[in-house]
């Protein structure tokens, strides 16, 4: 079992910043991919963006450039830095792992608004 905890969400206006974080706990030695997806209000989630334990990097086109993924493999930490925030990024962001067996893992979420 993992357990997810994410934080450092929050409301900005369009043009700023956040910081998602998501700290893993429990049978973290078998984490190959972390990532973060994100569902807006009658949508779909989607993914965001993921990290391989290699340190490998996939994005969605939307995010391509604004947004950057790290892994602290040490901490257990997955992160996400986001600049230049649009309105079309309001969603509730929601961290995932991935294990060596397939298994997949999901935060409770953390909410993301962007003002106008």
């Known amino acids: 079992q993992v357990q997810l905890v994410e934080s450092g969400g929050g409301l900005v206006q369009a043009g700023g910043s956040l910081r998602l974080s998501c700290v893993a706990s429990g049978t973290t030695f078998s984490i190959e991919t972390m990532g973060w997806s994100r569902q807006a209000p009658g949508k779909t989630r989607d993914l965001v963006a993921s990290?391989?334990?290699?340190?490998?990097?996939n994005y969605a086109d939307s995010v391509k450039g604004r947004f950057t993924i790290a892994r602290d493999n040490a901490k257990n930490t997955v992160y996400l830095q986001m600049n230049s925030l649009k309105p079309e990024d309001t969603a509730v962001y929601y961290c995932?792992?991935?294990?060596?067996?397939?298994?997949?893992?999901w935060g409770q979420g953390t909410q993301v608004t962007v003002s106008s």
């Open positions: 995932y792992i991935r294990n060596y067996y397939s298994r997949m893992y």
């Open positions: 990290i391989s334990s290699g340190g490998s990097t």
